[in-house]
């Protein structure tokens, strides 16, 4: 194996994650119709990943466990931060300094972590 070619999150209400993704962290869908998913493009479409509808039953388990998807993100940091707040987004901390540059980390409805880098 290479490299990851695309990713997909389970979640427990589509319309619900689907506002989420592309009114409050600015995802734009794909375009590309599927009634049990939303594909995603971010950053000028350099990368995809979809939410779906469970694929098992999902009932009493908890999502997002031990999950983060990282976006590169163009702009600052600090600019990404603010808006965000703007819109109540939940932020698991401030913005944190790491070896691959600074990372801010949104959390989604189901529990995932969204982590958005500037990198060095």
Known sequence: MRKLEFASLQVRDLETSKEFYTTKLGFEEAG???????????????ASFAIRTPIGNLEGKELGIGTSLWFAIDGEIEDLQTQLLAKNVTLLGPIRETPFGKILIAKDPDGYNITFLKSN
């Open 32 to 46: 590309i119709p599927n009634p049990e998913a939303c594909i995603f493009r971010y950053n000028k479409g350099e």
